[in-house]
C-alpha cells in the first residue's frame, strides 16, 4: 500500500525514531511502513491519521492492491 508518511515526516522535521515514539512503535516499523514493506494495523493507521490530523485516504492509498 503506497502512502504519504515519509513526506508528512520530514515535513515536520520528525525522525522516524520521532514519529515512533509518538505512535508507540518501534523505528522499524515506522521504516517499514515508510518503504511499503509493511501496511499498519487499523489502529495504527487511525493514530497516525490522528496525529497527523489528516483522513486516513490522504496519508494511506489502496488503490496499486486491487
Known amino acids: ?4 508518511l515519509k513526506l508528512l515526516r520530514t515535513q515536520r ?3 522516524q525514531a520521532d514519529l515512533a515514539g509518538q505512535l508507540d512503535v518501534s523505528r522499524q516499523t515506522i521504516n517499514a511502513i515508510e518503504k511499503d514493506k509493511y501496511d499498519p494495523s487499523l ?3 487511525f493514530k497516525i491519521a490522528k496525529l497527523f490530523q489528516l483522513p486516513i485516504e490522504e496519508i494511506f492509498d489502496d488503490s496499486q492492491s486491487m
Not at 500500500?1 to 504519504?4: E, W
Request: aromatic share 10%.
Open 1 to 4: 500500500m503506497k502512502n504519504q
Open 13 to 15: 522535521n520528525w525522525t
Open 43 to 45: 489502529p495504527l493507521a
